[in-house]
């Protein structure tokens, strides 16, 4: 027989609060933004790849990321960039290539070509102004020469 019903109650009370503290995710007091948009290739939607927020300025310290579907990003405000100027770069999320002809089974297939040119990554020349209070909506029209 449990002679302290009360305090096993509190300790469920405990492990329960525990759990829903946990499963708000990150937060923290930056004044984030909520980003979103578009991003072509050659007037296509990009069909997966990833875009990358990067400070660029003097005091900007958060980088914000996000995965890219059919041509459409979105980065929710608790992941958001703080407001000010970033830098920005795209990439494809390239599949895997094929093992060259004459290959032996267990070579290593050589790494995929990035489609997308360094200028809008590695040495990306994208920008955009994350404003307090949005909208906050930047499309990218990228080419592949």
Known sequence: MDRQPGVRRVRWLVAGL???AGCQGPSDSLPREAVSGTVTLDGKPLPAGR?????????ETTAASGGITD????I??????????YKVSVTSAVTTAKPPPGAMPGDTPP???EPIPAKFNAQ???TAEVKKGGPNTFNFELTSK
């Open 18 to 20: 525990l759990v829903l």
């Open 51 to 59: 875009i990358e927020f990067q400070p660029s300025g003097q005091g």
């Open 71 to 74: 041509g459409a990003y979105r």
């Open 76 to 85: 929710r405000q608790d992941e958001g960039p703080v407001p000010g100027t």
């Open 111 to 113: 790494p995929p070509k």
């Open 124 to 126: 990306t020349k994208l």
